[in-house]
């Protein structure tokens, strides 16, 4: 059974340029959610995406947006860079919109300039 | 509205003794607790969870919580710290749409 893969693991960005991150979720799930973790802080929500629909969203504005394919990997895209989006992005995937089972990525490490 | 408080942020033991990491929640209806692990350079990885069913919960890793509802405090023990056991660890609550995680609490042992 494969786990949750993220790529890239690192990136290296400047102040209002645009990145993609990607999510690839463990056999067998449909769901994949997203999280930011600045340093020393917890993850927030950023949302979630069940059946390639957004399903759920956090405090994060709309430059932060997302994509589900019919394979159930995912995108995160944010625009816009701020200096304030460097931080740890995590992805999770689970069964069927499901919070209490959720598998984590190891992250990608976004710093902004 | 719900949320976690983790109690401390660094905790420090000695390698064979207990440890005890504390966290309290508020929720307005009966929660879903969560415990995660987060190694330095690793995704988080699920401990245990408190889904409404026995209030003592055993999770991986010889940990084990105990949900509390009249002190709202849902703590991490293990009775042996490893060497290993050295990591982030985060509470969480569940909502209807989302996972709330506390701000960490840093485990370190010390041999």
């Known amino acids: 059974e494969t786990g949750v893969t993220q790529s890239p693991t690192h990136l290296i960005k400047t102040r209002g340029q645009q990145v993609t991150l990607r999510c690839s979720s463990q056999s067998g799930h449909n769901t994949v959610s997203w999280y930011q973790q600045a340093l020393g802080q917890g993850p927030q929500f950023i949302f979630q995406?069940?059946?390639?629909?957004?399903?759920g969203r956090g405090n994060f504005p709309p430059r932060f947006s997302g994509l589900q394919f019919p394979n159930y990997s995912s995108e995160l895209n944010v625009n816009a860079l701020e200096l304030d989006d460097s931080a740890l992005y995590l992805c999770?995937?689970?069964?069927?919109?499901?919070?209490?089972?959720?598998?984590f990525g190891p992250g990608t490490r976004l710093t902004v300039l | 509205a719900q949320s976690v408080t983790q109690l401390d942020s660094h905790v420090s033991v000695s390698e064979g003794t207990p440890v005890l990491l504390r966290c309290n929640y508020s929720s307005s209806y009966s929660p879903s607790l969560f415990w995660y692990v987060q190694h330095p350079n690793k995704g988080l990885q699920l401990l245990l969870k408190y889904t409404s069913a026995a209030t003592l919960v055993k999770g991986i890793n010889g940990f084990e919580a105990e949900f509390k509802k009249s002190e709202t405090s849902f703590h991490l023990t293990k009775p042996s710290a490893h060497m290993s056991d050295a990591a982030e660890y985060f509470c969480?609550?569940?909502?209807?749409?989302?996972?709330?995680f506390g701000t960490g609490t840093r485990l370190q042992v010390f041999p």
């Open positions: 995406y069940y059946r390639e629909e957004e399903n």
């Open positions: 999770a995937s689970s069964r069927e919109a499901s919070y209490n089972e959720q598998f």
């Open positions: 969480v609550v569940t909502t209807t749409d989302k996972l709330i």
